[in-house]
């Protein structure tokens, strides 16, 4: 979504841009505005539903020797980001990089912890050979220049507050989950993967249950964890995968988004979710810190502290009457954090860069 968002935002701006990604299991003709050239994909360990892609250094040299970009932008370190690292720099080609996962924090949640350090070390070492590096929050850029990452530049996300809206709620949605005007909805959105830390979302829904008998639980997204967790929680409502205005309407169509990943680089469904009128629940990082102000459009709890959390969702139920005014702020404190802003700033950094 940030990458679509970052592109056309660019063709806005008059700038030509080519894709290259990895074509996907089942996917259609390319129906987007912007030139791609799809490279063979192979699924991604752990998550076979995704693909990351396979190139070679060869084969960019000379696409790109006959399509020579003035700037790369290299936004996945995997194989495809590699092979895409070394042709430009043996064309003498500017690049830029962008980090948007914490690859090296997923080894606990895949057993293999032992990966941890190898991968960041990696990261490092990938990012440090271009000429920026375009993280999402000043807490993330801090700490990666603490370990060793160099000429680090700020990318926030902006958000759709035009389709992400309170004026989304279904109420024909909501009578599909069995919840009338007054029922108390919560709800998980994103990915449903292990390192999302859905399992203690649905542990604490069952601790809301206790109080709240009438309130229903809404999970929408898909991943390799959804089977598992829909044999396990038979009284959890499991969308499936929504997108455009389905997933709107979703959003909007619940009252509280429980989000207690550890492992965001952002966290654009907070953001999502905000501008929907959601009372979020997360953790204070990235988008949970710059946008909730705790108890009052929304909680946030200290970093990995799950008693801190339930803490804050159980005092958050006691406080029910707050719950309209809340949401009001939470979709107030969204609507001015625009796409168009960041694009802008992200042009002027990367001219700047040029210039150097």
Not at 11 to 24: A, G, L, S
Not at 40 to 57: A, C, K, Q, V, W
Not at 156 to 172: H, I, M, Y
Not at 345 to 351: F, G, K, P, T
Request: proline share 5%; charged share 25%; net charge positive.
């Amino acid at each position: 979504m940030t990458l679509h968002r970052l592109i056309l935002g660019l063709q806005k701006n008059h700038f030509e841009t080519t894709v290259i990604r990895p074509k996907q299991k089942n996917e259609q003709a390319n129906h987007f505005s912007y030139k791609e050239h799809l490279v063979r994909g192979i699924p991604i360990p752990y998550y076979p539903e995704l693909r990351f892609g396979l190139t070679t250094t060869s084969y960019l040299k000379k696409l790109w020797r006959t399509e020579r970009p003035t700037i790369v932008h290299i936004a996945t370190e995997g194989p495809l980001g590699f092979c895409a690292l070394q042709a430009a720099r043996s064309l003498g080609v500017p690049i830029v990089s962008s980090y948007h996962t914490n690859f090296h924090q997923y080894g606990k949640y895949y057993k293999l912890p032992f990966l941890m350090q190898a991968a960041f070390a990696y990261l490092r070492y990938f990012h440090n050979r271009t000429l920026a590096t375009y993280a999402p929050s000043d807490d993330l850029i801090d700490n990666l220049k603490a370990v060793g990452f160099k000429n680090l530049r700020k990318m926030e996300r902006g958000v759709d507050a035009q389709l992400f809206n309170p004026s989304k709620r279904s109420t024909e949605l909501r009578s599909c989950w069995g919840a009338d005007n007054e029922t108390p909805v919560f709800a998980y959105i994103g990915r449903i993967a292990s390192e999302k830390n859905i399992p203690f979302a649905l542990k604490c829904f069952k601790k809301i249950r206790k109080k709240l008998p009438e309130a229903i639980m809404v999970v929408v997204g898909d991943g390799p964890l959804r089977k598992e967790l829909e044999k396990k929680y038979p009284e959890v409502i499991f969308c499936g995968l929504q997108n455009g205005e389905a997933l709107a309407q979703h959003y909007a169509s619940s009252d509280i988004f429980i989000f207690p990943s550890v492992t965001e680089t952002f966290g654009n469904v907070i953001t999502e979710g905000m501008a929907s009128g959601l009372i979020v629940s997360a953790y204070n990082y990235a988008a949970g810190k710059l946008f909730i102000e705790d108890g009052i459009n929304g909680t946030v709890a200290a970093f990995d502290d799950e008693e801190h959390y339930l803490k804050n969702l159980m005092q958050l139920i006691d406080k029910r009457e707050t719950w309209p005014i809340m949401k009001k702020k939470s979709r107030a404190s969204i609507e001015n954090v625009s796409w168009e802003t960041i694009i802008e700033n992200y042009i002027v950094s990367l001219r700047k860069d040029l210039s150097c």
